[in-house]
């Protein structure tokens, strides 16, 4: 496939104002970013991503002040958190304000809202001045994307422009807060917690989905997958298969010869950062198998946890 072209924060911004898609550095994983006021401009994300229409696009600001352009009835637990984790990996669900697309709400009476921490985020949000609808930028169903060459593999030259913003720090999506409803909810975690949510509310915190409420994409069983079967293993089990033929291996614990598979740092937020790039490059290995060593079952571990349960749920899947 044709490499996506690099560009600058000026290009970028060019050619957000013409309509089109770019690639856009976030402190979590590149996004897919366009206009979310323009309606041909988010039909394009939906048709490079190959998205069901009814899976909601997250808008992204600049501002924590277009809070209140972009949603109505802002609640204060929502100003709390924004002033908070802004800009940072949080993104808040609340009630929409009339302006926005139902192609970007997917229908819903909410919106999903975030403010990136990214400095080159930042640059083309602030030059650009509007909202951004920007999914992760991978095909639906697939890994998503923390370094510009990810980008680049998924779409090629179909998007105008991938901004070089290196690796991403984070390397997990966003944590989702719904606010929308009586309590507070995680729909998705990510690298901030429950615990640091609850914090800075003085507030409990639920989680999941409550019944009835949108759908989410990143909550479906099958998401974030590589196309390599991948089986999620305690170190005892990990051990009696290194030698099973075709298989390649992901530890954090376990050390392992290169040649068996890779190994990731055994803290949360260092396996979060080098996850998705290590099962990009896995995939590529030609094995039959992917056996990864199951992360500790700690509250630090949610992101990381939920992203491999789903990786395994959709794996081996021809995409
Ligand atoms: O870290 C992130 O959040 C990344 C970067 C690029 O910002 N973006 C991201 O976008 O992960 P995406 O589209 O891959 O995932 C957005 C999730 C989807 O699961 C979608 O269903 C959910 O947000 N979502 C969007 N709007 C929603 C709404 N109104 N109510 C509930 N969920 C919503
Ligand atoms: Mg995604």
Redesign the pocket.
Same mark, same amino acid.
């Given at each position: 496939m044709a490499a996506a072209a690099p560009c600058t924060v000026e290009d970028a911004v060019a050619a957000l104002r013409r309509g089109e898609v770019i690639g856009l550095p976030?402190e979590?994983?590149?996004?897919l970013a366009a206009d979310a006021s323009d309606p041909a401009a988010v039909a394009r994300v939906f048709a490079l991503k190959g998205r069901p229409a009814d %899976? @909601? /696009? +997250?808008v %992204?600001l600049g501002d924590v002040a277009l809070l209140d352009v972009w949603a109505r009835d802002v609640p204060a637990v929502a100003r709390t958190l924004a002033a908070r984790f802004w800009p940072g990996?949080l $993104?808040l669900?609340l009630p929409r304000a009339a302006r926005v697309l139902d192609a970007v709400? !997917?229908g819903?009476d $909410?919106?999903?809202l #975030?403010m @990136?921490a990214h400095p080159l985020a930042q640059a083309v949000l602030q030059a650009f001045g509007g909202g951004l609808a920007? @999914?992760?930028a991978n095909r639906f169903g697939h890994i998503?994307p923390t370094r510009p060459e990810h980008v680049s593999a998924e779409f090629g030259a179909a998007v105008t422009c991938v901004l070089d913003g290196g690796p991403c720090a984070v390397g997990i999506?966003?944590v +989702?807060v719904?606010l929308s409803g009586a309590v507070p909810r995680i /729909? #998705?975690p990510g690298a901030i917690t429950r615990a640091m949510l609850e914090a800075a509310l003085g507030a409990s915190v639920a989680e999941g989905a409550a019944d009835g409420s @949108? #759908?989410?994409? !990143?909550?479906l069983p099958a998401h974030y997958a590589p196309r390599t079967p991948l089986e999620l293993l305690d170190g005892a089990a990990l051990r009696a298969r290194l030698h099973d033929p075709g298989v390649l291996l992901l530890t954090h614990g376990i050390e392992i010869s290169a040649a068996f598979g890779l190994r990731l740092p055994a803290d949360a937020a260092g396996y979060a950062q080098g996850l998705y790039a290590a099962l990009r490059e896995l995939d590529t290995r030609g094995a039959r198998r992917l056996l990864v060593e199951r992360v500790p079952d700690d509250p630090a571990w949610a992101g990381v946890r939920d992203r491999l349960q789903r990786a395994a749920a959709g794996s081996g899947q021809v995409r």
């Open positions: 976030t979590t994983v590149y996004g %899976h @909601p /696009l +997250i %992204h990996p $993104t669900v709400t !997917g819903q $909410t919106v999903a #975030r @990136p920007a @999914p992760s998503s999506e966003s +989702i719904d /729909l #998705r @949108p #759908r989410v994409s !990143g909550a």
